[in-house]
């Protein structure tokens, strides 16, 4: 079992920032490929970035260049750094990571993006 455990969400004005960030608990670099996803209430979760084990990222065409997803495979740790929030990112925002036989779930930090 791994744990996966998202930190650094909260309320934000339109146009702020936020940085999110997602700590596992074993080596970042045994997984296939790590992810955010997000799921606005009322809708279905949805793919945001993705980092595979190479170190090539992915953005859905909603947050490309606002968007930017990163990792530390000293810390364990991976980030989504969030630029010109807007109202339409409100969310809860996972963290996945990929590996040979399925996907580990982490159970969200909610982003808020409101006056």
């Known amino acids: 079992q791994v744990d996966l455990v998202e930190s650094g969400g909260g309320l934000v004005q339109p146009g702020g920032s936020l940085r999110l960030s997602c700590a596992t608990s074993r080596s970042i670099l ?39 997803i990163s990792r530390d495979n000293i810390k364990n740790t991976m980030s989504l750094q969030m630029n010109s929030l807007k109202p ?13 036989f399925g996907n580990y779930w982490g159970k969200g930090t909610l982003v808020t993006v409101s006056s």
Not at 49 to 62: F, W
């Open 30 to 68: 045994s997984f296939n490929a790590m992810a955010w996803f997000r799921q606005a209430p009322g809708k279905e979760r949805e793919w945001v970035a993705s980092i595979l084990s190479a170190g090539r990222t992915n953005y859905a065409d909603s947050v490309k260049g606002r968007f930017t």
């Open 88 to 100: 339409e990112d409100t969310a809860v925002y996972h963290c996945n990571a990929k590996y040979d």
